[in-house]
């Protein structure tokens, strides 16, 4: 590794490395950490383990690391340890299809899914093996009441109930998922393991592993049961992360890195020059940052934005899986190839269902979130009282085209064999977007902030984890591009209004870049200026 490739922040993180002891390396999008972590991998002959979050990560990452350090995910790890001493614990991950589902007619079979009533069998077996999902997340050493996920109960029998009925579901439900998940840790017992069961079981274990270094990766997603592993390891642990990057909370994760990089036997290092982008989007990008009382301000460093070429690719990022059919019905229109990052089965399914719905063919309706309502008007008003987002676009969709909405279906099918890299328009969420990069980014309207969360940045109000969580992904989407970077009317709005929220005088820093309103223009483009460039549909959708 040549020395010259390095900034002042990442040599100063490898020489403390070093030395030993724990370190927390809050590095922000486009930082160089990877550059970082290999660094310090390859700066002495510790032999160490580089957890990463997932597999492609670990393909990605493995190839750069010394021989003495090797790339595991955080499941890797626990399966050699669970199932590969284990012939009857690999029986059990075989019988559910390799760790990836349990059928709903096991749990029914091994417990009185009835006593959940007004759930049916099949939505109580579902609450069921959440509520063990969400023990197997956590670092708690038993399955408690606690653990059952109220919010997963279908809207429309949630609207309905009062605390008692609450409360008495989440007691049945407890006493029904502790059953299943003793059989679960029973290797005599034929039921069925996950792949977050044998994880699980390590962390009951309390295991204790000979190993000199852990170098681990995007911290800040870890689930409470990865982080309890790791954290009862003697090596030495170096944590490397962004917590304004945590948008996990769903899956589980908690923003451990920030905890971490409080502590006293921590030392705490910041990787704040961004190779990614440059001074405009590392402008706006802290005015993110300062809203979320984040001490650190980016450094751009990377190609100043300039105009977006039409003639080139675009990725266009949106909060949910469903805002992007209105972008690929746009690239259809414009006869643009586009690849849809991830299974399209969850939109297709979600089409199909709603529009069975919206004609009153209630038996063709398969799709979870959509069964058991007994017409459009009820689902409507179910969606309106919770106030959930992705339901209600789904019925804007589903209204607005009406026949037309199976459409769609046809036309994500014929791009189903599109490859990202042959693709005129990449679609995706912000989370699949975390990690990645391109040169041409087009965020959507859905990834806006609504005024009283901007109200509450302003003021610096504490935020709840979902709205936390709302704001991470505006900033992962905004850190996202190389070249040119467009933005809807209403995530400007946002950006202006962000403008002034001011950096604590302890942590300003002249290297820090901000950019004035006037800097909009050259920024980013706006949506309105580019709808002949084939980018994106109509504003008025947003």
Known sequence: ??????????????????????????????????????????SDQRSGIYLVYNRRMKEDIQGRLPPHVRAMTG???????????????????????????????????????????PLTTKQAAALILETINQFQYSADLELSRHHVPIEKIPAKIRAQMDEASLRYIQETACDASQAIWAKMVDEASDFPILHDTYVKILQLRQPEFSVPRYLCDEYQDINPVMASIISGQRGQKIFVGDPQQQIYGWRGSINALEALSKEEDVASYNLTRSFRFGPEVAGLANRVLRGLGSSIQIQGAGQRIGKPDPRKPVTVIARHNITLLEHVLAASKRQQSFYLAGSSSEI??????????????????????????????????TAHLLNDQ??????????????????????????????????????TT???????????????????LDPKLVAKLQCGVELSMDERERVNLLYVALTRPKHALILPSSIQD???????????????????????DSAMTTAMAPESTIQDSGYSPNSSTY
């Open 348 to 381: 297709t399914q979600m089409i199909k269902s709603s529009y069975a719905l919206y004609r009153g063919q209630t038996k063709e309706v398969k799709h979870p979130d959509l069964s058991g309502y007994d017409n459009w008007n009820e689902f409507k008003a």
């Open 494 to 516: 946002n950006l202006i209004k962000l403008r002034d929220i001011p950096l604590q005088a302890k942590h300003q820093s002249s290297k820090a870049n901000d950019q004035p």
């Open 430 to 448: 912000a989370h699949k977007a975390k990690g990645r990069e391109w040169s041409q980014v087009h965020l959507a309207g859905d990834l806006a």
């Open 1 to 42: 590794m040549s020395n010259f490739r390095l900034t002042s922040e990442q040599k100063d993180s490898i020489v403390h490395a070093r030395h030993g002891g724990n370190m927390a390396i809050i590095a922000v999008a486009g930082s160089g950490k990877t550059l970082t972590l290999s660094g310090i991998a390859a």
């Open 75 to 117: 499941h890797s790890l626990a399966f050699n340890a669970v199932i590969g001493s284990s012939y009857d614990y690999r029986m059990k991950f075989e019988a559910a299809r390799d760790g990836r589902t349990i059928p709903m007619r096991t749990v029914v079979e091994n417990t009185d899914c009835l006593a959940l009533a």
């Open 390 to 427: 992705t339901l209600g676009h789904l019925i804007r969709i589903t209204e607005k085209y009406k026949d037309r909405a199976l459409d769609l279906i046809d036309t994500i099918a014929r791009q189903r064999d599109t490859t990202e890299a042959q693709a005129d328009v990449i679609l």
